[in-house]
């Protein structure tokens, strides 16, 4: 049973569309511009006007103000299946416990480990830390260079708020005790502890140039990418979530 939903009479119909959005025409106009029979051409119009997304005019069939919204969407919908495909790698066989929201693919910077440079993913973090003024982090897994930059930033001044998983704050325990104590003695850091065990760290940095959302995803105990985006919408589902993470957490 063919489906007559505006979904899908968009992916239907997307290559007239896209022709009308360049210039009205009539049906015999639009069966030349995308190689289609008359008769397929006329169904094509005929469906996209009956979901209100072309129009009758003076110059011929044209896109309408809900048609463009559509193509919008479309494109948008397009970029994020490709990014989806772009952070496939990075994400094989890796389970998280919190659904991750297409948002984040919005506009978003890619980056995984390669041979020549194993250490790209960590030194993407390091820099959103660096530009941070308070930083929100989820910490699945203990990696040294951060923790260090961690105090170092927060000793300059920075606050922030951690929900670590409880290896990680055992790993920090033993290893820099005197850090973890400083930083929360000087009330610039607020940690607490968390049961889950994600294979990501990551951090909603609050900047000079505005909110930005860095993710690490680690296979074992070794980064293998990063994902990061300023996109408002991507901030807003990253305070979301970390909220739900920093209240179902416990006090340390």
């Known amino acids: ?57 003076d110059d011929g069939y044209r896109v309408t103000i809900s048609g463009r919204l559509a193509l919008d969407a479309h494109g948008q919908r397009a970029e994020r299946i490709d990014a989806a495909a772009a952070v496939a790698p990075m994400f094989d066989d890796v389970s998280l ?35 941070a003024t308070h930083i929100s982090v989820y910490a699945g897994r203990f990696l040294s260079r951060h923790s260090h930059r961690y105090h170092d930033r927060v000793i300059d001044g920075m606050t922030g708020t951690f929900v670590a998983a409880a290896p990680v704050i055992e790993r920090q325990r033993a290893t820099r005790p005197e850090d973890m104590r400083e930083a929360i003695d000087r009330g610039h850091v607020a940690v607490r502890c968390t049961d889950r ?12 140039t505005g909110p930005e959302v860095g993710l690490v995803v680690y296979r074992d105990e070794s980064p293998r990418g990063f994902l990061g985006t300023d996109d408002p919408a991507a901030t807003r589902w990253a305070r979301s979530i970390y909220e739900r993470l920093w209240t179902a957490a416990t006090a340390v």
């Open 197 to 208: 065990d994600d294979p990501v760290t990551f951090i909603l940095a609050e900047t000079p």
């Open 97 to 131: 416990s919190f659904d991750l929201d297409p948002v984040v693919l919005d506009g978003a910077r890619v980056v995984e480990v390669q041979p020549h440079a194993p250490t790209r993913p960590v030194e993407c973090m390091l820099a959103l830390i660096e530009d």
């Open 1 to 57: 049973m063919t489906d007559l939903s505006p979904v899908a009479a968009v992916e239907r119909r997307i290559d007239v569309l896209r022709a009308l959005d360049g210039a009205p025409d009539s049906k015999v106009g639009v069966a030349a511009r995308v190689d289609v029979s008359r008769s397929t051409a006329e169904r094509a119009v005929h469906e996209l006007a009956t979901h209100g997304f072309v129009a009758s005019s």
